[in-house]
């Protein structure tokens, strides 16, 4: 149990660790580098939505 | 005299040249040769029987189109000598990093799933049950890293990439028409027109030809492998070999079903294995080898890739050139997908055709993601320096994911509404 613990605690550490290590973006933010990743957050959006929708309408 | 030492010091260059390629030639060649996993070999079977030699023009196609998305791989790693993974996290931050790979994660440990299943299915037509199947590429894949060195592991891996050569010598045996060959390299449509089922057909093999994993496996094994910027130029040749060896293989395999199994129904690659060993038992057998070693080679590049991605993000040591204990949570991940992947094929009932679906829907949100990460990678001077992409490359590549994004969108949806485009 304490062992069990002892990873979890220290995977949590390492993820936050990771999070504050790369929490600022290091490319150039251009008008190009932002439309793009404007447009992946829409298209990953409306991807998930369709699978949300087929499992629940299977369901 | 003069003529001689120019002949004398031209030859020499040309061989000091030919040697370090050798040395240097590996990811290229592994990563494309492992594209035909036991998945490809299905769709190829499947594309062959279906529609004989129709296709094999779509096929030509998609070799440039590997090379193009797959040479940005090696710039990015000689260049920034960290694996996509990491890339990512640096460039676009937690939020995109965190996303790939957690996607990644899904889509390879599900995708080593299809890659045993292919190795089991291969295995029992030679009537050796599946749990020693499991077991013995359980073996082989440990045993492959043993050695600590990434020059043992990546010699074994292209020992296994000459055996997926087998198909070639099976184009031979069956003797096809050249002429008929020849007039289906130019593009046409194949009898009975542009149907749902051939759309699903082409995207299949599109699907086969650009998988996510890829582009993780093959920039880190890259950096892994210590190349440098003038190293570059060998890892294109390489890469462009690699191409060539998988719209090959490719090509012989469609050949060979479309000669001797066109107009039938074959679900995998194991049933038309079945199917032609009264017709030919060679051809058959060789089907079911090739069909076996693509699954392990598959197998062998997926678990890496993952577990090199993994190690880059989490700062753990990641190189097949460390020893188990120098890099022990790097090979644990990597025992973990393997265990993974081959009990869930040994659990009786385990819902494997729903697997195979999942491995397509996932890899639909991954690879525009990594793709999109990989053109602005290759566009931002501050990463890439002179090495960034020049015009004709952004014309050429951006043209590329831009159809493999749209294609492979419309397969994910086909995946999951089957009927939608009839």
Known sequence: MRISSKIFRTMVESIQEINRKYKKPQIQMTLFVKICLMALRVYLILLIGVMIFKFVTML | ?422
């Open chain 2, 1 to 422: 005299m003069n003529l001689f030492v120019r002949f004398f010091y031209t030859f020499r260059r040309w061989s000091k040249a030919l040697k370090m390629f050798f040395i240097l030639a590996g990811p290229g060649i592994i990563v494309m040769v492992a594209d035909n996993d036991a998945g490809g070999i299905t769709t190829y079977t499947v594309t062959g029987a279906k529609y004989g030699f129709s296709l094999l023009w779509f096929l030509i196609l998609l070799g440039p189109v590997a090379y193009y998305v797959q040479e940005m791989t090696v710039r990015l790693g000689a260049v920034t000598k960290r694996g996509h993974a990491e890339a990512i996290f640096c460039a676009f931050g937690a939020f995109w990093g965190w996303f790939s790979i957690l996607d990644l994660i899904l889509t390879d440990w599900l995708t080593m799933i299809t890659e045993f299943i292919g190795m089991t299915a291969a295995l029992s037509i030679f009537h050796i049950p599946p749990w020693i199947t499991v077991v013995g590429c359980c073996l082989i894949m440990v045993g492959m890293i043993m050695s600590g060195r990434y020059w043992t592991w990546e010699k074994i891996a292209l020992f296994f990439c000459l055996i997926n050569l087998i198909y070639i010598p099976c184009v031979f045996m069956v003797n096809p028409s050249v002429k008929d060959i020849a007039l289906n390299c130019i593009p046409n449509l194949p009898p009975g027109g542009f149907t749902n089922e051939l759309f699903f057909l082409l995207m299949a093999n599109i699907g086969t030809t650009i998988a996510p994993w890829m582009l993780f496996f093959q920039q880190s094994s890259v950096v892994d492998k210590g190349m440098q910027v003038k190293d570059i130029k060998f890892g294109k040749i390489d890469t462009a070999i690699g191409s060539f060896l998988t719209v090959a293989v490719a090509m012989c395999l469609i050949i060979v079903t479309g000669k001797l199994l066109y107009g039938t129904e074959v679900g995998s690659a194991a049933e038309a294995a079945i199917r032609l060993m009264p017709m030919n038992q060679y051809i058959g057998s060789f089907l079911a080898i090739g069909l076996f070693d693509a699954g392990l080679l598959g197998a062998i590049c997926i678990s890496l890739a993952t577990s090199w991605a993994f190690g880059e993000v989490f700062g753990w040591s990641h190189s097949l050139n460390n020893k188990i204990r120098e890099a022990p949570w790097f090979y644990a991940y990597y025992f973990l997908v393997l265990a993974f992947a081959g009990i869930i094929v040994l659990i009786p009932g385990a819902p494997l055709v729903l697997i195979t679906l999942f491995v397509q829907i996932c890899a639909t949100t991954l690879l525009p993601a990594a793709l999109v990460f990989l053109i602005l990678l290759l566009n931002d001077e501050k990463t890439m320096g002179k090495y960034k992409n020049t015009l004709y490359e952004n014309i050429v590549n951006i043209g590329i994911v831009a159809v493999i994004i749209i294609l492979s969108t419309l397969y994910g949806i086909s995946a999951i509404f089957p009927n939608i485009f009839n």
